[in-house]
């Protein structure tokens, strides 16, 4: 069972947690280009905003070209100018979506001059969660097939959310609970805690999920699988007794697997340096393929400390 330094420990990985006294209750950020990707991922975060009375920051991210540029053709100055014209037509087009659908938030635009993955991870030290959409335009184009996703999911010091078009907003699955992988590494004991908050939050239940080894000729490996998830969910049981939790110890494929089972979730949650069961699940194919195919919003949680104080860096507009 985790004790309750453990317990703790764990909290301070997270940037709201109870240990905090703050004038408000953290902030949201979202990557956004003005697609319709984009727009959704932040009307989905402007709920979660709303649920925890977070404030809602929205980032465009935008780079110029640093070498091969024929300046000839358009005078640098012209082209950020023109680049930070697309910026804010992109927070105009989101801000003004998210404020016709969601009411009672406070909303933030920021315009930062690096590129979209830098600008994110700069504007989203001590925020609760970055939040993502599964494809865009612009300074986000591809960003989730590619380096930029895995920058974020790999060095993000906050969770990070990605959020697939049309599972974003789904009233249908408001009831559904949360589901998190369950493998016994400092990261899934993170998102472990990151679920719990989560399910809590939503008011839901809680499936946490171990995928083991085949235990036909060994049937204590699924005992020792039981006990490590009984001990993994222990400790924050205590803390949310509010929250109902089933624990599956299943075998098999663990992308398959967490597909499955989170096709009857609302949220997934994954820790992202993995060992054992998800060894290796966020650095190549295996986490492209939750990305694409996660049938509800994925949440990635580091084990890193999240409490650094905000760098203010790059150009940026409120």
Not at 169 to 178: E, G, I, K, T, Y
Not at 180 to 205: E, L, P
């Amino acid at each position: 069972m985790a004790n309750r330094a453990e317990t703790r420990a764990i909290w301070a990985l997270l940037p709201d947690h109870p240990g905090m006294a703050t004038s408000r209750n953290g902030r949201i950020v979202v990557g956004t280009d003005g697609s319709d990707s984009a727009v959704r991922a932040a009307l989905w975060a402007a709920d979660e905003a709303r649920r925890r009375s977070a404030v809602l920051r929205l980032v465009h991210g935008y780079a110029l070209p640093e070498r091969g540029y024929p300046r000839f053709l358009v005078p640098m100055r012209a082209l950020r100018n023109g680049l930070r014209a697309q910026a804010r037509t992109a927070l105009h087009t989101t801000s003004e979506a998210v404020r016709a659908a969601v009411h009672g938030i406070e909303i933030e635009t920021r315009i930062i001059e690096a590129p979209p993955a830098v600008a994110l991870l700069r504007e989203s030290h001590g925020a609760v969660f970055t939040v993502v959409g599964s494809r865009g335009l612009g300074g986000f184009s591809g960003m989730l097939v590619g380096s930029v996703a895995m920058a974020l999911v790999g060095h993000s010091r906050v969770p990070t959310v990605v959020v697939r078009d049309e599972h974003s907003r789904d009233p249908a699955h408001r009831s559904l609970p949360v589901v998190v992988g369950v493998d016994g590494s400092s990261a899934s004991s993170a998102a472990v805690a990151f679920a719990f908050r989560d399910a809590s939050t939503r008011g839901v239940a809680l499936t946490a999920v171990h995928v083991g080894k085949d235990h036909h000729a060994s049937p204590s490996g699924a005992e020792a699988d039981r006990a490590l998830l009984s001990q993994r969910t222990a400790g924050w049981q205590e803390d949310f007794p509010e929250v109902p939790l089933e624990q599956l110890v299943v075998t098999g494929h663990v992308v398959r697997t967490l597909l499955e089972v989170a096709s009857r979730a609302q949220l997934l949650v994954v820790g992202n340096r993995g060992t054992g069961g998800f060894h290796g699940m966020l650095l190549g194919s295996t986490s492209r393929s939750l990305v694409v195919h996660a049938p509800c919003p994925l949440a990635v949680v580091g084990a890193e400390d999240t409490t650094e104080t905000e760098e203010t860096t790059g150009i940026a507009t409120a």
